[in-house]
């Protein structure tokens, strides 16, 4: 019997939220990534772009070391920027096993600096919800 897979939901990644309305925004992504759903971004200072937030400081990319957003629907941006939907603030609560994270953020104490850094703007990380 063959094996199905299904690819992740906005149910599978979003288990509260206040209000769409106030919650969410549309973003710039930056050019050269397919983005997941939900892929923590930072924010690149210098052009206001989002981008998947790095473990370090990135030259160039200044800003988006620190994790600010999550991506609530796929993007492909990888000939150009693309237009984004994301969590940009709380109160809202998200499964970290739904959360995609930048390769370079491959250690337990760099996912942990990012989960701090989402809930300081009030999107709350959880294992259940």
Known sequence: MPTLTMAPTLGDLVKYELTGNYTRESVTLKAGTNYPLGAVLGRITATAKYRLS????????????????????????????????????????????????????????????????LAAVGIVPRDAA
Request: hydrophobic share 50%; proline share 5%; no cysteine.
């Open 54 to 117: 790095p473990a370090a400081q990135v030259t160039g990319d200044e800003g988006a070391e620190t994790a600010v957003a999550v991506l609530i629907e796929a993007v492909d941006a990888t000939a150009s920027d693309a237009a984004g939907l994301v969590i940009a603030r709380g109160p809202a609560i998200v499964s970290k096993a739904a959360l995609v994270f930048d390769p370079s953020v491959d250690q337990e104490t760099e996912k942990a600096a990012k989960l701090a850094q």
